[in-house]
C-alpha cells in the first residue's frame, strides 16, 4: 500500500533530484535568516533549524519532495519570548513543541485535516502567495529603509526580470535543468562580468558558522519554566502542524499522490526536538521552498536531503561564495513562487461558487495577508464554515406527516437533529390535533447531541400531557447508544428497525 501511496516506482531521476534540492538550498539561505533576525535570534539559529528540520522531516516525513525548514509563521510566535527570555528558552519551548506535534501524530490528529473546507485552503494559499511577494518588497529598499531609486532601481529591477523571464520560459524549452537554478546562475553570471555594484546574500548577515552544537537549554528545570514556555509551545506546535498538513495536501493535489498526515506529524515533531537540541528556532513545512523543489521536478526524499546537505555545506565551507550570491535572483524566484503559489482559478469561481464560499476564502486570505498568522486564519475559516453549514442543516430539518391505516400520525424526518435545528424541529408538531399515536420516523434524520435528545424529551412531555405516546422508530444504534448514555425518559419503540452502521475508518 505504501507504494502504491507514494508512488515509489516510478524511476527517480538523480540528477534533477540533485539539482532541485541544491536550487532549494541557495533560496532557503535569506529566508532562514531573515527569521532568524524577525525572532530577533542569530542567523545560524535560523539556519540550523533550516538543516536540521529539513533533513529529519525529508527523510521521516510522509510526503516525499515537501520542503521544510524555519519559517515566518514560527518566527512572529517566538519574537516575544525570545526578546523578553533569550534564545535557551526559545530552544526548549521548540523541544517542547516537537514533543506535541509527535503526540499529535501518534494520536492521529492528522486526520482533523478533513475538516479544512476547500475555500480555507483557497484563501490560506491565496494568502500565503501575498505573504511571500509582499515579503520581497523590502528588497526594493535600503538598509536604512528607503527606497532604491534612479540606477540602483533600474539595475536591481532589470536583474529581478531576467531571473523572473528565465524561470517563466525556460521550462517550454528544457527541463534538463531546474529554471530556479539557471536563473540564480545567469544573473550572478552577470553580476560577477559585468561587476554590478547589487545588493547581496551577504548583506543581510553572515551565513559563515560550525557544524550545528548539540545543545541541551540552560534552563531551571522548574513547574514556572513549563508554565512560561507551555502556552508559546502550543501555539508553535498547532502552526507548525497546521501549515506542514496544508502545503502537504496543496502538493498531493499538484502531484497527484497521496501523503500521510499522521506521519507528518511524527516528523515534524522529531526534526524540531532535534532542532532544539541542535540550537536551532525550530521550523516547519514551507510551501513556498516545497514548490519550488516540486515545479523542478523533484518528487523523492532525495532532493530535500539534498537541500538540507547543501545548506550545511554552505555554512561550513561556501560561505563567502554564497553571500555573493545577488539578491536579485532570489527576488526573482521567490515572486515566481507567489505567483505560481496564488490560486488564480479561484478569482474565476467568484461567480459560481456561494457566497458563503467566496466570504470565507476572502476572509482567510485577509487574516492570512494582513496578520501573517496561518494558524489563526484557518481557525477562523473552519469556524466560520462550520457556523454556516449548522445554520443551512438547521434550516433544512423536514417532517413528512402521514396517517396509517390503524390511525397512528407518522412524522417521517429528513435532515439532521442537532443543536441548530431543535427550535424548528419542535414546531413541526400538532400536539392538540394529533392521535394518541404519534410516530417519529429517522430513517432519514438523526439524532446528535444533548440539545436534540433534550428536544425529543419536550416533544413526548408534551405530548404525555395531553395523554398521548410517542413512538421512535428507525433509530440507529449510535443514536440508541447516545439516547442510552444520556438516561433520557423516552420510550423508545423499535418497529422493524434496520442494521446501521457508523462510517469509520475501518469500514471505509
Known amino acids: 500500500m505504501r507504494i502504491a501511496l507514494f508512488n515509489f516506482r516510478q524511476t527517480v531521476d538523480y540528477r534533477l533530484e540533485i539539482l532541485s534540492g541544491l536550487t532549494v538550498a541557495m533560496a532557503l539561505i535569506p529566508e532562514a535568516v531573515a527569521f532568524a533576525l524577525i525572532a530577533g535570534l542569530s542567523p545560524l539559529t535560523g539556519l540550523y533549524a533550516a538543516f536540521v528540520v529539513g533533513l529529519v522531516a525529508s527523510v521521516l516525513g510522509g510526503r516525499p519532495g515537501m520542503i521544510s525548514g524555519a519559517t515566518g509563521a514560527i518566527a512572529v510566535v517566538l519574537a516575544e519570548l525570545?526578546?523578553?527570555?533569550?534564545?535557551?528558552?526559545?530552544?526548549?519551548?521548540?523541544?517542547?513543541a516537537g514533543l506535541l506535534q509527535g503526540a499529535a501524530g501518534f494520536m492521529k490528529l492528522g486526520k482533523l485535516m478533513r475538516l479544512v473546507p476547500q475555500p480555507v485552503i483557497f484563501g490560506f494559499v491565496n494568502g500565503l502567495a501575498i505573504?511571500?511577494?509582499?515579503?520581497?518588497?523590502?528588497?526594493?529598499?535600503?538598509?536604512?529603509?528607503?527606497?532604491?531609486?534612479?540606477?540602483?532601481?533600474?539595475?536591481?529591477?532589470?536583474?529581478?526580470?531576467?531571473?523572473?523571464?528565465?524561470?517563466?520560459?525556460?521550462?517550454?524549452?528544457?527541463k534538463a535543468i531546474p529554471g530556479g537554478l539557471?536563473?540564480?546562475?545567469?544573473?550572478?553570471?552577470?553580476?560577477?562580468?559585468?561587476?554590478?555594484?547589487?545588493?547581496?546574500?551577504?548583506?543581510?548577515?553572515?551565513?559563515?558558522?560550525?557544524?550545528?552544537?548539540?545543545?541541551?537549554?540552560?534552563?531551571?528545570?522548574?513547574?514556572?519554566?513549563?508554565?512560561?514556555?507551555?502556552?508559546?509551545?502550543?501555539?508553535?506546535?498547532?502552526?507548525?502542524?497546521?501549515e506542514s498538513l496544508l502545503t502537504l495536501n496543496i502538493l498531493d493535489e499538484i502531484t497527484e499522490t497521496r501523503g500521510q498526515g499522521n506521519r507528518e506529524c511524527v516528523?515534524?515533531?522529531?526534526?524540531?526536538?532535534?532542532?532544539?537540541?541542535?540550537?536551532?528556532?525550530?521550523?516547519?513545512?514551507?510551501?513556498?521552498?516545497?514548490?519550488?523543489?516540486?515545479?523542478?521536478?523533484?518528487?523523492?526524499?532525495?532532493?530535500?536531503?539534498?537541500?538540507?546537505?547543501?545548506?550545511?555545506?554552505?555554512?561550513?565551507?561556501?560561505?563567502?561564495?554564497?553571500?555573493?550570491?545577488?539578491?536579485?535572483?532570489?527576488?526573482?524566484?521567490?515572486i515566481m513562487v507567489a505567483i505560481g503559489t496564488f490560486e488564480w482559478a479561484s478569482l474565476r469561481t467568484f461567480r459560481?461558487?456561494?457566497?458563503?464560499?467566496?466570504?470565507?476564502?476572502?476572509?482567510?486570505?485577509?487574516?492570512?495577508?494582513?496578520?501573517?498568522?496561518?494558524?489563526?486564519?484557518?481557525?477562523?475559516?473552519?469556524?466560520?464554515?462550520?457556523?454556516?453549514?449548522?445554520?443551512?442543516?438547521?434550516?433544512?430539518?423536514?417532517?413528512?406527516?402521514?396517517?396509517?391505516?390503524?390511525?397512528?400520525?407518522?412524522?417521517?424526518?429528513?435532515?439532521?437533529?442537532?443543536?441548530?435545528?431543535?427550535?424548528?424541529?419542535?414546531?413541526?408538531?400538532?400536539?392538540?390535533?394529533?392521535?394518541?399515536?404519534?410516530?417519529?420516523?429517522?430513517?432519514?434524520?438523526?439524532?446528535?447531541?444533548?440539545?436534540a435528545i433534550e428536544a425529543l424529551n419536550k416533544v413526548t412531555a408534551r405530548y404525555a400531557a395531553n395523554g398521548k405516546k410517542v413512538h421512535l422508530r428507525h433509530l440507529s444504534a449510535d443514536c440508541r447508544r447516545l439516547l442510552d448514555r444520556a438516561d433520557a425518559i423516552i420510550e423508545v419503540n423499535h418497529f422493524e428497525d434496520p442494521t446501521y452502521k457508523v462510517v469509520t475508518d475501518q469500514t471505509k
Request: some cysteine; glycine content about 10%; proline content about 4%.
Open 131 to 174: 505573504i511571500i511577494g509582499g515579503s520581497q518588497i523590502a528588497q526594493f529598499q535600503t538598509d536604512e529603509g528607503h527606497w532604491l531609486a534612479g540606477t540602483d532601481l533600474a539595475v536591481f529591477g532589470a536583474l529581478v526580470l531576467v531571473a523572473m523571464a528565465i524561470i517563466a520560459f525556460l521550462p517550454k524549452i528544457t
Open 182 to 242: 539557471t536563473a540564480i546562475l545567469v544573473v550572478f553570471g552577470i553580476v560577477a562580468v559585468m561587476g554590478i555594484d547589487t545588493k547581496t546574500v551577504g548583506d543581510l548577515a553572515s551565513i559563515q558558522g560550525g557544524f550545528p552544537p548539540f545543545h541541551i537549554p540552560q534552563i531551571p528545570f522548574t513547574l514556572a519554566t513549563l508554565v512560561l514556555i507551555a502556552p508559546y509551545a502550543a501555539i508553535v506546535a498547532g502552526v507548525g502542524l497546521v
Open 82 to 96: 525570545a526578546l523578553s527570555h533569550g534564545p535557551e528558552y526559545i530552544f526548549a519551548t521548540v523541544i517542547l
Open 267 to 334: 516528523a515534524q515533531g522529531a526534526a524540531n526536538v532535534l532542532s532544539g537540541l541542535f540550537s536551532g528556532m525550530g521550523g516547519c513545512a514551507m510551501i513556498g521552498q516545497s514548490l519550488i523543489n516540486v515545479s523542478s521536478g523533484a518528487r523523492a526524499r532525495l532532493s530535500g536531503i539534498v537541500a538540507a546537505v547543501m545548506l550545511l555545506v554552505f555554512i561550513l565551507f561556501g560561505a563567502p561564495l554564497i553571500e555573493k550570491l545577488p539578491m536579485a535572483a532570489l527576488t526573482g524566484l521567490m
Open 352 to 451: 459560481r461558487m456561494p457566497t458563503s464560499d467566496v466570504i470565507i476564502m476572502v476572509l482567510v486570505t485577509g487574516i492570512t495577508a494582513v496578520l501573517h498568522n496561518l494558524a489563526l486564519a484557518v481557525l477562523i475559516g473552519v469556524v466560520v464554515a462550520a457556523l454556516i453549514f449548522a445554520w443551512d442543516n438547521a434550516i433544512r430539518i423536514r417532517a413528512r406527516k402521514h396517517i396509517d391505516e390503524n390511525g397512528w400520525k407518522h412524522y417521517q424526518l429528513f435532515g439532521p437533529l442537532f443543536f441548530g435545528s431543535t427550535t424548528v424541529f419542535q414546531e413541526k408538531f400538532d400536539v392538540q390535533g394529533d392521535p394518541d399515536h404519534v410516530v417519529l420516523d429517522f430513517a432519514e434524520s438523526k439524532v446528535s447531541d444533548m440539545s
